[in-house]
């Protein structure tokens, strides 16, 4: 793999794609700056010993700050030119945000002005977000394109996410930011979220304890291996968004524009059934699971698919890792890591 160089911010570097985004970078040769609130929303533990992984390359720094520390934030931008940043800091979770819509607030939209703000202020070359597929909302014509309307969310937490792209677009259009907003489809893995289903499934099944499966089972994910995102992350580093010159206001496009803006989708490209996903992981962990079936919850969407033929037009790349493949990898994490 060839040396790279340039500064590159990553926001949320003790999340789970933050961490997997960050070792990658450091591998490829680039500088990383890493920042992360460390907040308690799912075990610290976890993020820490992220973290200390990180910690080991001579060309990654930690800094422990929260976006709304506007000072903190200043004080990094003035310090390193950053060529590009890559936001994926985030109040993360679905059926949280029905439970506390203010953190959401804070971390994804203030916290995503005072970034861009930065961004704008120190001249970052090119700022690369985390959006999210639950933007496409009551949408039902599948696969999920980034050139349909995004306009009826069903969470809070998607509404902050649609925000983030008008926001981010704002500022291509007004300060010539080169802007580009990754929709990530059902991120799984190694070192992946206790709040997701891959985690709780796994722990649940292997305690003996029933798991609660909504939809009855019924519910479709666009499930995506955390190496495939960061892969299409890398790839669109070296590519920055730029207008698009057919772009007519006649006739908009919502995933490009006359301004350096784009919006791509990073998904598997090929749904999957609650109901095999949790049977994959049975056979991963050689144990049945006992099931508690749930009707649908409140701001979830029943399906997710994506559209990625803007990222292999662009980039040349599609994820691909099977399902299976992906849950044995998080498996044998999962046993390594809690010694089970």
């Known amino acids: 793999m060839s040396e790279e160089t340039g500064n590159i911010l990553v926001t949320g570097a003790a999340g789970f794609i933050g961490f997997h985004l960050s070792k990658r970078l450091c591998n490829d040769g680039y500088t990383v700056v890493g920042i992360d609130n460390i907040n308690d929303y799912y075990d610290v533990k976890l993020k820490k010993d992220r973290l200390a ?42 059926r949280y945000s029905l439970e506390n819509p203010k953190a959401y607030l804070d971390a994804n939209v203030n916290g995503f002005v005072n970034l861009i703000e930065n961004c704008r202020h120190h001249n970052a070359g090119h700022l690369i977000f985390a959006s999210s597929s639950s933007v496409y909302g009551a949408n039902t014509n599948m696969p999920f394109s980034a050139h349909s309307n995004v306009d009826h969310p069903i969470s809070l937490y998607a509404a902050t996410k649609k925000a983030n792209e008008l926001i981010a677009h704002t500022y291509a259009a007004l300060f010539k ?20 289903a891959l985690f709780l499934f796994t722990k649940a099944i292997l305690e003996g304890k029933p798991i609660d499966v909504f939809n009855n089972g019924k519910m479709l994910r666009d499930f995506t291996y955390v190496e495939d995102i960061v892969e299409g992350i890398v790839r669109l580093i070296k590519f920055p968004a730029k207008p698009n010159e057919n ?41 049945k699971a006992i099931k508690n079936y749930l009707p649908i919850q409140k701001g979830d969407v029943p399906r997710t698919y994506a559209n990625v033929d803007d990222l292999m037009n662009d980039v040349g790349y599609k994820p691909s890792t099977s399902l299976e493949y992906g849950i044995s990898q998080f498996v044998e994490w999962y046993k390594k890591y809690y010694s089970v």
Not at 59 to 66: A, C, E
Not at 259 to 280: Q, S, W
Request: include cysteine.
């Open 247 to 287: 772009w007519s206001g006649e006739n908009p496009d919502p995933a490009t524009s006359f301004a350096p803006y784009k919006i791509y989708n990073i998904g598997n490209n090929n749904p999957v059934e609650l109901a095999y996903f949790i049977e994959t992981i049975e056979k991963c962990l050689g144990k």
């Open 177 to 196: 930011i080169p802007t580009t907003g990754l929709r990530f489809f059902t991120a799984y893995g190694p070192y992946g979220r206790p709040d997701m």
């Open 53 to 94: 992984i990180l910690e080991n390359f001579e060309n990654f720094t930690f800094h422990k700050i929260d976006l709304n520390d506007t000072n903190s934030l200043d004080a990094i931008f003035s310090d390193i030119k950053f060529d590009t940043v890559i936001n994926l800091a985030a109040q993360a979770g679905v």
